[in-house]
């Protein structure tokens, strides 16, 4: 606005008071408590001293190159398979066939309720005795006798990313369904006009216009479950011997379940690290689009 | 035609949403044939998913051995519209001051907020639950407020700046022509006009701080009347012996109200996905 221009303007500072007061309390404020609490041996007692570097050390030495290792593992599976299912589901629904209105409603449920609660559901049917997967895993010869998917390292594993999955697709699904429908149809007739088979419409068309959108997804989603929490913790704890703790498990037992504070910030710091970087990534990336598409950034 | 299918690819497409949409929705047909089944029935071997004498016993009787179930569901929806109200509080202001004004490190300091997204709770539990507990905070309904209105203000800035870009400027000064201040302007001229996208924020942020309240009430609550639905049900969980009819039918009854609003929402839901894809 030409009138805001001339003088000095402290209006927008003004509006941006709010937010910014919220921030500093809950985010930056603690992020930097998370920073001096890792270089002290906090625990409960109000009583601590600063101890350098030791914390640090004490990570380093124990089992903890491994869990950063498998949190990543962890990852990569997840974040892999709901990009591949998620970009199925897209193609999918994305096809002109009668009901697809309907289709798109029932995909959103995961997603929308309380993970919290979709995990529950899944803690019952991976109960080995009674439990819907080993049931039918039995009724149809894949499994000879019932089997507790939770109790052992790997089936453990595998189970919290299957969740892990499951409440992560519909958003996916969702996201690059609205995607390739933002496709422009004229590109499809041109290449219809011209006699392309539809497979290969997708592949020169539909395909390279959605990287775009795949990455920013997979980027997020790689965030998003680098964060997760609700589900491991609920169907393991973490368990069985540490096969499903990842950094933010980790980090939660030893602060919260053990009162280890400083230790605790240590792991987070290490977190806030990797996060950083993702997010480094992140912001090339959509730096990158935005040059490519300036109306349309994300 | 373009979009004329031949039978086969018919049958495949068919096939394929058949195959995708039982993955999705398995769980909740399985939970809610559980909650049909009495307890002996459940636990019978070999698995069946029909069995005989099927009831809606549960829903009847988990409101006796859960008696605090209406409560969850309030204070899930409490904490979640608080969380929206708050958050909007910072939201329209910030976007506004994004959207509209030119001022140094605009970009940067949007950059900075759009990175808080990076974070979730779980991040910053530590320090906050010493803070809480240091303030007496701890077991209130604001120790589970306050975290979740912080992670739904960026991707909420972010969504309706990308809205308020769109409205002409024309409308400001008109207003401005007319004398009026510019707090005014926003409340009565801005505000009005970016309805549709404040609709779209709202719902974002409310999903957002419904589904993700289980780890601030896990850690900063232990009074059982405060909880939300996922932490109260969760302790039901957590027993030995889980009457799984029951807590089956009470998460079906507990997120059935949002469900079904969400079914009419759903155009808003996907555009507020779409707009701002910056936070999962």
Redesign the interface.
Known sequence: MAHTAKQKDYFPYLLLVPATLVMLAIVAYPLFETFRLSFTNTSMSPKFEYVGLENYEKIMSRQFPQVIARTFYWMSLSVGLKMLIGTLGAVLLNAMVPGRALFRVLVMPPWVIPIAIGVFIWGWMYNGQFGMISGVAQRIGILSGPFEFLAYKNSAFMATIVTDVWIGVPMVTLYLLASMQSISRDLYEAAWVDGASRFYRFRRITLPLIVPSIATMALLSAIATFNSFDIIWILTEGGPRGATTTMIIDTYKTAISRFKYGEGAARTVMIVLFLGSFTFVYFILLSRLARRSPNNAA | M??K?RWY??VL??F??AV??T??????V??FV?SLRPLSS????????ITDEMTFDAYFTMWENVPLLWMYMFN?FFIASVVTV?GL???I??A??FA????PA?NS?L?V?I??????G??????????MQQYGLLNTYFAMI??G??FV?PTG??LLR?YLVRIP?EL??AA?VDGAG?IYT?WRVIIPVALPGIVVVTITAF?TA??????YA??FNSVNELN????G??QF?GRQT?V?NE??AA?LV??LP??FV??FL?RY??AG????????
């Open positions: 373009l979009h299918y690819e018919y497409i068919y394929g949403l995708f949409l993955f999705v929705l398995a769980p909740f399985e939970a559980v459940l636990f019978s071997i070999p698995y069946r998913f899930s708050l509080m910072c939201i202001p910030a506004y001051a509209r004004f030119q001022f605009r300091l950059g907020f990175a808080v997204n990076m974070f979730s779980a991040v910053l539990i530590i320090p906050l639950f010493k803070l306050a975290p209105t912080a203000i800035i972010w990308s400027k400001e000064e401005w510019r926003l999903i419904y589904a993700q309240q289980f780890i896990l850690t939300p639905l996922p932490v049900l969760f969980f889980v799984w807590l089956m998460s507990g997120i949002v469900l969400y079914v759903q839901i996907v996905l779409t707009a701002g894809a910056v936070k999962e």
